[in-house]
């Protein structure tokens, strides 16, 4: 079935450093993609999201990629800070418009190290 | 700014019992969805309403019913409660024809005993 993944469960980077958090989605006729930063014991936080018609967009120290070509998105943190620590999961909504439930991959968790 | 509001944050069952989660979206978001995350898990979308009427259904369960009232807030009833229905149940909350971003809640955490 159509999937959405993430290649690596945990990612740790040094604080300061950038990071880069990919994931693999299979559905190439998906349309909308978002980032959602979940800590623990609380709901998932949108962060940044795509639209299919795009390959890069950026907000306040985060930048998301997209390439159709390879099914591929990933997240970068520029200039990592200790409360950047959380799971990271990429999610993929079919149809854009729609009141479609998202379809989410295998969170990353990153850590932070002082 | 409101955000989505879920009751009861916690909630302890017994097999077999029966459970009431609530959901009250964002003003003038008028689409809620729910979401169960099992431990270390991602979430995973059960179903979700727009203007009253259910839109989208994923993996709930038959023992689990669902729906919103006039006032856009939503519940979810889940009847003889399993050890595997023990997880995290986010609702998440949209607004038609504006954006395609679900705000989630705290969630509610059930733990079936």
């Known amino acids: 079935g159509e999937s959405v993944g993430l290649h690596l469960p945990t990612l740790s980077v040094q604080e300061g450093d950038n990071s880069i958090i990919n994931c693999a989605y299979s559905?190439?006729?998906?349309?909308?993609f978002i980032w959602y930063k979940q800590e623990s014991g609380k709901g998932p936080q949108f962060i940044i999201d795509?639209?299919?018609?795009?390959d890069k967009r950026q907000g306040q120290r985060v930048t998301v990629l997209l390439n159709k070509t390879v099914k591929h998105l990933s997240l970068q943190i520029a200039a990592t800070q200790p409360g950047d620590s959380a799971v990271y999961f990429c999610a993929e909504n079919p149809l854009a418009g729609g009141a479609d439930g998202l379809t989410f991959g295998k969170g990353t968790h990153l850590i932070i190290q002082p | 700014a409101a955000g989505v509001i879920q009751s009861p944050r916690h909630l302890i069952k017994e097999k077999r019992e029966t459970a009431t989660l609530k959901c009250y979206p964002i003003?003038?978001?008028?689409?809620v969805y729910w979401y169960q995350q099992g431990p270390g898990q991602d979430p995973q979308f059960l179903i979700s309403f727009y203007e009253k009427m259910q839109s989208d259904k994923g993996s709930i369960p038959d023992r689990f019913s669902a729906q919103q009232f006039s006032d856009y807030h939503s519940e979810l009833n889940m009847s003889s409660l399993e050890l595997g229905d023990s997880a995290l149940y986010f609702c998440?909350?949209?607004?038609?024809?504006?954006?395609?971003?679900?705000?989630f809640g705290p969630g509610t955490r059930l733990t079936v005993l």
């Open positions: 795509i639209r299919s018609n795009m």
């Open positions: 003003p003038r978001h008028d689409t």
């Open positions: 559905n190439s006729a998906s349309d909308y």
């Open positions: 998440a909350s949209s607004q038609s024809g504006r954006t395609d971003t679900q705000y």
